[in-house]
């Protein structure tokens, strides 16, 4: 049901039961199913939280508080879609309590969160060398052919490199953000943001507003690398440094949410040309710590990407795109 256009009243709901002292992501993931009446809704906080008793005319007063804030962000965004809405993705069928994403923001083509293609995560270091970056962009493209959405973070460095590399090539693309959609991070990419969503692709956001402070920022990045993870059958490390650099935290993170939610992990690594080179430090450690783990060099980027199709169809279950380029 849509109370406005393009926001469903369940997105108004959460929104407004969060504001709450005491509900949290895991409460509303554990209790909203989704078309609750506010009186309902009022009942399960007051019977379930040690906060305040609410009234369902506070509540009331909360959702149309809500209802403006979105209003005024409207012009940013296409729709906004609640996890208990009907047409919510299947991506997140395996993810539980506060991993939930509860709502998220949409500019472009939704369809694409609903596996109409399969979803490929190519991630890595804002600050990749040159033949990093060449390599990157054989691969995206090659991926790209093959019918894939390729997923990134719109960062700057090797996010970039996937997203702008998917657009040249007519392949749609998903950008998830740490900002609201009014207020694109980072403000270099946003001419690239505009050609995504211009050639078919998809920004999404969690957020409606700005950031409390840093460390609230700082855990949007966070939350950004397991969306990434999250919506996508595979994801690629093209390039990450150790982590004692200090530069490896977001793919760092972003590759254990895929471990941890059954994706297909892969990194770009040849022994014999990165073994000692710190931007593929990441890499090195996820290829020799874990068999599980394929790599992708030079010599068998065919075969890779043959694994990586398969595992996108075991996740996602489009067989009709996985198909190798000529």
């Not at 007063?61 to 047409?87: H, K, P």
């Amino acid at each position: 049901m849509y109370i406005v256009e393009r926001i469903t009243a369940n997105v108004v709901n959460i929104l407004a039961v969060q504001q709450i002292r005491g509900i949290g992501a895991a409460w509303v993931a554990k209790h909203i199913k989704g078309g609750e009446s506010c009186g309902l809704i009022v009942d399960m906080v007051n019977h379930t939280c040690k906060s305040k008793v609410v009234s369902v005319q506070a509540f009331t007063a909360r959702r149309e508080r809500v209802l403006r804030m979105l209003e005024r962000e409207s012009a940013s965004f296409d729709s906004a879609m609640a996890f208990c809405d009907a047409d919510w993705s299947h991506f997140t069928a395996n993810v539980r309590g506060a991993q939930q994403p509860l709502i998220l923001f949409c500019r472009g083509n939704a369809d694409l969160l609903r596996g109409i293609c399969t979803n490929v995560a190519v991630i890595g270091t804002q600050a990749p060398e040159s033949d990093s970056v060449e390599f990157e962009h054989n691969l995206v493209e090659r991926l790209s052919r093959c019918g894939v959405c390729i997923v990134s973070g719109l960062a700057y460095g090797c996010d970039a490199v996937a997203h702008s590399t998917a657009v040249d090539n007519g392949a749609p693309t998903i950008a998830f953000l740490p900002s609201q959609l009014s207020n694109i991070m980072p403000v270099g990419n946003r001419d690239l943001a505009e050609q995504i969503v211009a050639n078919g692709g998809l920004l999404v956001s969690e957020y409606y507003n700005e950031p409390e402070n840093r460390y609230d920022l700082n855990g949007r990045y966070a939350e950004r690398d397991r969306l990434q993870a999250m919506f996508s059958g595979a994801v690629v490390l093209a390039s990450g440094f150790e982590k004692k650099d200090g530069y490896a935290a977001g793919s760092r993170l972003a590759m254990r949410y895929a471990n941890e939610f059954g994706r297909l992990r892969a990194v770009v690594y040849d022994e014999a040309l990165h073994s000692v080179r710190k931007d593929f430090g990441l890499n090195k450690e996820l290829a020799s710590s874990d068999s599980s783990v394929i790599t992708i060099d030079s010599q068998n980027v065919d075969a890779a990407i043959e694994r990586i199709l398969r595992a996108c169809h075991k996740n996602i279950g489009t067989p009709q795109q996985l198909e190798m380029p000529l």
